[in-house]
């Protein structure tokens, strides 16, 4: 299978599957969340439900914009 051919399959799996879909954006929230947590900034202003909130959108739009 070409990569533009796997693309489609993947982009149609994640606009018809919700858990699928819902996969992907844990694992996408937790490598922000990840990366975040490892920086050396002053963490002060976010606390964690707020990181969490604000890495799980980061997630749906990333994969809003991929699916549209």
């Known amino acids: 299978m070409k990569i533009e051919e796997a693309v489609k399959v993947l982009t149609t799996a994640l606009k018809e599957d919700e858990g699928l879909r819902q996969g992907y954006k844990a694992n996408i929230a937790m490598a922000f969340k990840d990366e975040y947590a490892r920086k050396k900034i002053d963490k002060n202003y976010v606390n ?21």
């Open 48 to 68: 964690s439900n707020d990181l969490h909130e604000i890495a799980n959108q980061a997630a749906d739009n990333f994969l809003s914009l991929w699916c549209k």
